[in-house]
């Protein structure tokens, strides 16, 4: 079955390669390609379209959606280790003319550039102005709807990522022409955008069918973007929490219980089934505890394979980036490379902080507390082997909640086989993010997957932990890229979608809330949450976006439409482990090991600001809030 970031033919290449420089406010249109030849045959269209799929995700290797930086290094969850001071929403440096991850040109976040979004709201432009001149038998104008649908999805898709970086866009739903004047061109108002892109997602559900070749987008990818939208339009941080009197980023004064419930009922159609049935993937029943060792494993493990979907996708699946599972180059992700250890010969990037590891509960659904044997102390931790024999949960990485073993490499992890070079060494495949001491206190052996190891020391952990989550057990990623899909859309979303809708909105709505977030929470082999105080729901609910989507990106919308980004930013600091030979144990996080200075540079860095460059093409525009 094809795929749709497959379908790049050669005439896709060259259209995609013609317009990748199209800025929105270039003057210069697309005129080097032959319109009459692509929009004479279907088949082009299509792969034309493929062609769109794939600037969704962000041209590039390196910089795309699946590139070596996770947005979540901009966050205070996980750790840019290559490129530390690209991420200047965290280093109180963002500007327009620093934007490091997030600049036209720069390594990094490709997917949300300003200029990325306009090339490829032209290409599908074109495609919506021209695919209905294409003349195609009686058997074909299905096709012929499904590809205009997927185009309009695409484009609000683009438009979303627009609003939600930028606030409100330059409305353009035609292509660019020759001669054509764009410094007439303003930005619209968010709210204005967010019309904008209902029509569009209206449009697309109109015509996508329910089910389609996997990887293109369908009616319930559709429905879940308007979701997703809808969640971050009622959001503080566009309801009054920053400039409430600057259209470009603030609804109108009274709109936010509106766009609650907005929220709320979109989230909800997707759950009732009217874009297609989607589920959780494992036993959603309020888990009885204690949970053994296996059950762990078995609800760790049923959570992990989200993440490690080859071929036909699960019921969780609502819509991802599908990867031929031949493998090869582009477009394919390298998460094992970029993510696995470099006692695996791989680059060890985007490590967890110290507090992400410390946000996973217990498995009874207690909170972790470091300091519990020292109160007091947060950063020491030291046990026997006769204490960790009396009381395992001394160590502070036994007797955590299933996701967390699904998501973090710690020290004593168990993990797959070693190369040749190391398997004497390792022959079980055990992580060793700490030092091995005699009883004396002297050094015996440095840990294979630290910074003094035998092999590649440079990619070694500057936290301590390594990212399991998107790694595939099966890929050798010394050697090989990964074929996993990579789930952009999926059913937890839209369940804690609507909870937060209905717990923000109160009332009658607050438990529906509960509910749907014990959902997710009892699939993880959690226990419920149970509260009537909304102060109370609202933080079991933002802490279980955090645990559910670590790594996927959504924690650097959340923090932002919750305006509490500055509340969790924080130095990186690593943890030191020492093990020694009669089975003591040491766990440090060690203040004298910065490894990122960081800072939040104030309610500006909420917004990003549109690119010097793109500002000097077109100085009619209005720069966001903040920034000059």
């Known amino acids: 079955?094809?795929?749709?970031?497959?379908?790049?033919?050669?005439?896709?290449?060259?259209?995609?390669?013609?317009?990748?420089?199209?800025?929105?406010?270039?003057?210069?249109?697309?005129?080097?390609?032959?319109?009459?030849?692509?929009?004479?045959?279907?088949?082009?269209?299509?792969?034309?379209?493929?062609?769109?799929?794939?600037?969704?995700?962000?041209?590039?290797?390196?910089?795309?959606?699946?590139?070596?930086?996770?947005?979540?290094?901009?966050?205070?969850?996980?750790?840019?280790?290559?490129?530390?001071?690209?991420?200047?929403?965290?280093?109180?440096?963002?500007?327009?003319?620093?934007?490091?991850?997030?600049?036209?040109?720069?390594?990094?976040?490709?997917?949300?550039?300003?200029?990325?979004?306009?090339?490829?709201?032209?290409?599908?432009?074109?495609?919506?102005?021209?695919?209905?001149?294409?003349?195609?038998?009686?058997?074909?104008?299905?096709?012929?709807?499904?590809?205009?649908g997927e185009a309009y999805f695409i484009r609000a898709y683009d438009y979303t990522q627009l609003?939600?970086?930028?606030?409100?866009?330059?409305?353009?739903?035609?292509?660019?022409?020759?001669?054509?004047?764009?410094?007439?061109?303003?930005?619209?108002?968010?709210?204005?955008?967010?019309?904008?892109?209902?029509?569009?997602?209206?449009?697309?559900?109109s015509l996508l069918p329910a089910t389609i070749d996997q990887g293109r987008a369908t009616r319930a990818a559709a429905g879940a973007l308007k979701s997703r939208l809808l969640l971050f339009c009622a959001g503080k941080l566009t309801n009054g929490g920053y400039q409430p009197d600057n259209p470009l980023v603030s609804f109108p004064a009274g709109s936010q219980t509106t766009l609650l419930k907005a929220a709320r009922d979109a989230a909800k159609e997707v759950m009732n089934g009217t874009y297609g049935t989607y589920s959780l993937v494992g036993n959603t029943s309020d888990p009885v505890l204690p949970l053994t060792e296996e059950q762990v494993k078995a609800y760790s493990d049923n959570y992990f394979y989200i993440f490690d979907q080859k071929g036909k996708w699960n019921s969780e699946t609502i819509w991802g980036i599908q990867y031929a599972l031949t493998g090869g180059a582009f477009p394919y992700p390298g998460f094992n490379r970029w993510l696995g250890t470099n006692g695996y010969h791989c680059a060890g990037n985007n490590p967890p902080t110290e507090p992400a590891v410390r946000s996973y509960e217990m498995a009874d659904g207690t909170p972790f507390v470091w300091d519990k044997y020292k109160p007091g102390d947060q950063f020491l931790r030291t046990a026997t082997a006769a204490q960790l024999a009396t009381d395992p949960l001394r160590n502070p990485y036994n007797g955590r909640e299933p996701r967390f073993y699904a998501t973090i490499l710690y020290h004593g992890a168990k993990w797959i086989p070693r190369g040749s070079d190391l398997a004497d060494v390792d022959p079980i495949g055990i992580i060793q993010t700490g030092h091995f001491y005699n009883d004396n206190g002297t050094l015996k052996a440095y840990g294979l997957d630290t910074r003094q190891a035998l092999v590649e020391p440079w990619n070694g952990t500057k936290t301590g932990y390594y990212t399991r989550k998107f790694q595939d057990p099966a890929t050798v990623g010394q050697y090989y890229t990964n074929t996993n899909t990579w789930v952009v859309f999926r059913y937890a979303e839209i369940l804690l979608n609507y909870a937060e809708a209905c717990i923000e909105l109160g009332g009658a709505d607050l438990q529906n809330g509960l509910d749907a977030l014990n959902m997710v929470r009892n699939r993880a082999g959690l226990p419920d949450r149970i509260t009537t105080d909304q102060a109370t729901a609202r933080t079991f609910l933002r802490h279980e976006r955090a645990i559910e989507f670590f790594g996927e990106g959504h924690r650097w919308y959340d923090l932002r439409r919750w305006m509490i980004f500055g509340s969790v930013v924080d130095n990186v600091y690593g943890m030191k482990i020492k093990q020694f030979t009669n089975g003591n144990m040491e766990w440090k996080l060690d203040l004298k090991d910065k490894e990122d200075a960081r800072t939040w540079g104030g309610d500006t860095f909420y917004w990003l600001p549109i690119p010097r460059e793109e500002m000097n093409k077109a100085p009619q525009l209005q720069q966001n809030p903040g920034y000059n």
């Open 1 to 148: 079955m094809k795929k749709a970031f497959n379908y790049i033919i050669t005439i896709a290449v060259l259209l995609l390669t013609a317009t990748s420089c199209t800025n929105v406010l270039d003057q210069q249109a697309v005129d080097s390609f032959n319109e009459g030849v692509v929009f004479s045959d279907i088949n082009l269209v299509k792969s034309y379209l493929g062609s769109c799929y794939v600037r969704m995700g962000g041209p590039g290797t390196d910089a795309g959606l699946t590139g070596r930086d996770l947005l979540s290094s901009a966050t205070d969850q996980t750790f840019a280790s290559f490129r530390p001071g690209s991420m200047v929403n965290m280093k109180g440096n963002m500007s327009p003319d620093q934007l490091g991850f997030f600049a036209n040109n720069g390594v990094g976040g490709a997917y949300l550039r300003w200029n990325n979004l306009y090339s490829n709201i032209q290409n599908v432009n074109t495609i919506i102005a021209k695919i209905d001149e294409v003349k195609v038998p009686a058997s074909s104008e299905a096709l012929k709807a499904q590809l205009k």
């Open 163 to 205: 609003l939600e970086c930028y606030g409100g866009a330059v409305l353009i739903n035609q292509p660019f022409q020759l001669g054509q004047d764009f410094l007439t061109n303003k930005r619209a108002s968010i709210a204005e955008t967010k019309d904008f892109i209902l029509a569009d997602i209206a449009q697309a559900i």
